[in-house]
């Protein structure tokens, strides 16, 4: 049991699919298309007053209320969801990137929290927190046995309020405890460094509202460094997606103006809408647009892109628009596969609804839902081969999403893959265990020793890539009689 959870913990360090969201928040929800089925709503009453009146102990009426709605939209797909009060603050700070917390950019290894980077001038830079420290203790609480999600929890809270860490440092062979005074974040969902002269890195690990002028000043810097720039790399890996404008805008810098970058087409009349690269389709209302001052030389710089199975929903946004443009060579694994719009529409000062309004489309007319955006060039994650891309989870693999196009919904075939990947992670394990070490967590993205960014840089120095002999285009479930 215990060797399941560590490989299992390991290789879902990935965050899942983040929803590709359009910001629209309204006081009210939408009135009904069709009139009330009353015969359903009548036995909905019934069973609510049965609730509150024949359950064992007494029950909230409102969380029932809340419950039912949250039952309702679960229903949908994966992506829908009713925001209570908590979760609308969760969300929202999700979007914007500030939260209040201490200040790092986590993952998980060895059942233990690893921070892949403290952000700078927060409380946890400023005291002294490292890359590649391992926070054993939060508190008085063990983090083996903790989720991700869990861990994050309880290292946020109130501003102005102490937290206590133990770090185990690797390189010293220490453990230590450090206190931390909790306060606002501003999260940097954008990286980049020069890797080596002519060449730079330029990585996006989520589209929030700040994204694309972090992005735009990432990119000016790089040029400062560099100013005849011979080739970029746009990392895009294990980027759940986030927010519609930033895509179309951060797919806008290498493309030409007014080219198509996707469209979107649902059941509504604003659902169905063709977005361009131009500032119209991404500036926001009374801003000003974050690319005007980037040089025209980045619209023809040599561009690799770098994808893998977390890559998902707006940055696939942006690797199928590259891609179909033959703007970008996309190197990596096949994408996610969140081919879909999500809108949230606030229904009260504190609730909102978040819900799949439409599926969008690259310049091609592609729709990735359910399969992804296949690399032009397929590699490994490691030298030594792409272990763990059996079983990592995709679109495809969640319960009730959206049909893709050409896929069949069986619940046989669904079945027979569900086994078949737990064949393959029990086959996994059972080599760990004759080894009687864990597998090798993967080295931090943009590192010396990143392997698929060595092979990207390979590609624009028109150098050998060791490209993938194993990974094969993920297809979905054939309709019947093909």
């Known amino acids: ?31 009904s298309l069709s009139p009330l089925p009353l015969e359903e709503l009548q036995q909905l009453a019934a069973v609510f007053g049965m609730v509150k009146s024949d359950y064992v102990e007494p029950v909230d009426e409102k969380k029932l209320i809340n419950d039912a709605i949250a039952g309702m939209v679960s229903g949908l797909d994966p992506h ?3 925001f209570d009060k908590k979760n609308f603050k969760e969300f929202r700070e999700g979007s914007t990137g500030k939260f209040v917390g201490v200040g790092i950019e986590i993952g998980m290894e060895d059942g233990l929290v690893k921070i892949v980077s403290p952000i700078e001038g927060s409380p946890a830079f400023r005291a002294g927190l490292k890359s590649g420290d391992l926070i054993s203790k939060i508190d008085d609480t063990a983090v083996r046995g903790l989720s991700l999600d869990q861990a994050v929890k309880r290292m946020r809270g109130e501003a102005n309020t102490k ?10 062979n220490r453990s230590f405890p450090v206190t931390i005074v909790r306060e606002e974040i501003h999260a940097q969902s954008v990286r980049s460094k020069i890797v080596e002269p002519g060449y730079a890195w330029l990585r996006v690990s989520q589209f929030q509202e700040s994204t694309v002028e972090d992005f735009a000043k990432k990119l000016e810097e790089i040029y400062k460094q560099e100013p005849n720039l011979k080739g970029l790399v746009l990392d895009l890996r294990n980027d759940p997606g986030g927010l519609l404008d930033g895509a179309v805008a951060i797919s806008a810098a290498f493309l030409p103006k007014d080219v198509e970058v996707v469209s979107t087409n649902g059941q509504i009349a604003e659902s169905k809408a063709t977005l361009k690269a131009s ?21 023809k710089v040599p561009l690799v892109v770098l994808v893998n199975g977390g890559s998902a929903s707006a940055s696939e946004i942006v690797a199928g ?3 179909d ?15 879909s719009v999500q809108t949230v529409r606030q229904l009260g000062p504190e609730t ?3 819900i799949t309004t439409a599926r969008y489309y690259t310049p091609s007319g592609r729709s990735i839902q359910a399969k992804g955006i296949v690399p032009d060039v397929m590699l490994d994650e490691t030298a030594e081969g792409n272990v763990f891309a059996a079983f990592r989870t995709r679109e495809a693999d969640l319960e009730k999403h959206l049909g893709g196009p050409d896929e069949m919904k069986d619940e046989a075939a669904n079945k027979a893959r569900e086994a078949a990947r737990e064949e393959a992670r029990q086959k996994l394990e059972a080599e760990y265990a004759k080894k009687l070490e864990p597998p090798k967590p993967l080295p931090e993205f943009g590192s010396a020793q990143d392997f698929p960014l060595t092979q990207a840089l390979n590609q624009l120095k028109g150098q050998t890539v060791l490209v993938s002999k194993t990974a094969v285009e993920r297809k979905p479930e054939a309709k019947p009689g093909e």
């Open 1 to 31: 049991m215990g060797a399941k959870l560590k490989v299992a913990g390991w290789v879902t360090v990935g965050a899942l699919a983040g929803a590709l969201t359009t910001l629209q928040f309204q006081a009210n929800a939408r009135s």
């Open 80 to 82: 829908s969801q009713f």
């Open 279 to 299: 500032p119209e389709f991404y500036v926001r209302r009374g801003g000003n647009d974050p690319l005007k001052k980037l040089p025209a030389a980045l619209k």
């Open 352 to 354: 909102a609804l978040k």
């Open 163 to 172: 937290v206590l860490l133990t770090i185990y440092r690797k390189n010293e």
């Open 325 to 339: 443009h033959k703007r970008a060579v996309i190197m990596g694994e096949q994408t996610f596969g969140k081919g």
């Open 321 to 323: 628009a590259l891609q």
